[in-house]
Structures are given as C-alpha cells and as structure tokens.
C-alpha cells in the first residue's frame, strides 16, 4: 500500500526515513512487521498498527488530528494538513482504506 498526496509520498519520505525517526517507513520486506511491532510512546503506547482494531492504532490517530497529550504528542500528518478536507491531508477514501485494512487484520 503506497500513498501519494499532492507530490508527497508519505511511504519512504525522508521525514520518516532517517536514522532520527524510529518508524523508517522504507518499502521494503520489513515494513509490516515494523509498522505492527513499532509502540508510539507519544501516542499513549499503542502500536502504530494494531491489527483488527484501527481505533487503537497510532498510524489512525495521527493522521486524523494529534495524538498525545503536550509536548509529548505527534501532531498531526502530514505536516502541511490542517483542516478536514485540505488538499494537503490524506483523502476521505485513503483512510477509509487504511481503517478497514486494520479493522481486517492488517495482512501483508
């Protein structure tokens, strides 16, 4: 699953690439098992994706608003998104998708 909002790919983005950012998102044969083994300490210690349960995942929360409580939170994403419906936040569709990907178990 690749997504491309507005020219950014959020998959492989530098942003969650590096050595500073724990998630490292590369597409590579890992991914599942770092996005289904990674706990978000700034989101409550919930999994970025717990499968079955798409409202205890961090990857959700993130993307719909701010999760945590200040300073120690993860603002929303992408970065650019501010509002509901802005061309810079992920589609209606796309979260649709990645919700019901994780309510169905979130398989490879």
Not at 41 to 64: F, M
Not at 75 to 81: G, S
Request: hydrophobic share 30%; net charge negative; proline share 10%.
């Amino acid at each position: 699953m690749k997504f491309v909002i507005e020219n950014v790919t959020c998959f492989g983005a530098g942003c969650h690439n590096d050595e500073q950012n724990p998630l490292d998102l590369r597409v590579d044969g890992e991914l599942h098992a770092r996005l289904t083994s990674h706990i978000s300490k700034n989101c409550g210690n919930i999994p970025i994706v717990n499968p079955g349960k798409p409202e205890e995942s961090a990857l959700i929360k993130i993307l719909k608003g701010p999760c945590g409580v200040p300073p120690q939170n993860t603002p929303r994403m992408p970065p650019d998104c501010l509002n509901d419906g802005d061309s810079k936040c992920v589609p209606d569709n796309y979260m649709q998708a990645l919700t019901q990907w994780i309510a169905d178990g979130a398989r490879e």
